[in-house]
């Protein structure tokens, strides 16, 4: 991918011209092949909604790290458990005598 130009916006957030391959066009929009109704959506003048793509993408990643942050806290949780198990059925069963 290549920046060909560059379109000030003042206020806006600036714009940019790019050479790309069909290749990388694709796997920007979350493919790994090409598609026959990919074909479709590649026309010029196409708005490809990158930006929305890339924050899905965000979100899935910061999803993996808060559930392996969960997972840990459940397997301490369970190790807790298993460790005072024997004590609680020890209490419980002096409780019941």
């Given at each position: 991918?290549?920046?060909?130009?560059?379109?000030?916006?003042?206020?806006?957030e600036?714009?940019?011209?790019?050479?790309?391959?069909?290749?990388?066009?694709i796997?920007?929009?979350?493919?790994?092949y090409?598609?026959?109704?990919?074909?479709?959506?590649?026309?010029?003048?196409?708005d490809?909604?990158?930006?929305?793509?890339?924050?899905?993408l965000?979100?899935?990643?910061?999803?993996?790290?808060?559930?392996?942050?969960?997972?840990?806290?459940?397997?301490?949780?369970m190790?807790?458990?298993?460790?005072?198990?024997?004590?609680?059925?020890?209490?419980v069963?002096?409780?019941?005598?």
């Amino acid at each position: 991918m290549k920046i060909l130009g560059f379109i000030p916006q003042g206020y806006a957030e600036n714009k940019y011209i790019l050479e790309t391959t069909k290749s990388e066009l694709i796997n920007l929009m979350g493919y790994r092949y090409t598609a026959k109704e990919l074909d479709e959506r590649l026309k010029i003048g196409a708005d490809i909604p990158i930006a929305a793509m890339y924050d899905r993408l965000y979100e899935m990643a910061n999803a993996e790290k808060d559930l392996m942050q969960i997972s840990a806290k459940l397997k301490a949780a369970m190790d807790f458990v298993d460790t005072a198990l024997p004590t609680i059925k020890s209490i419980v069963k002096k409780e019941g005598d």
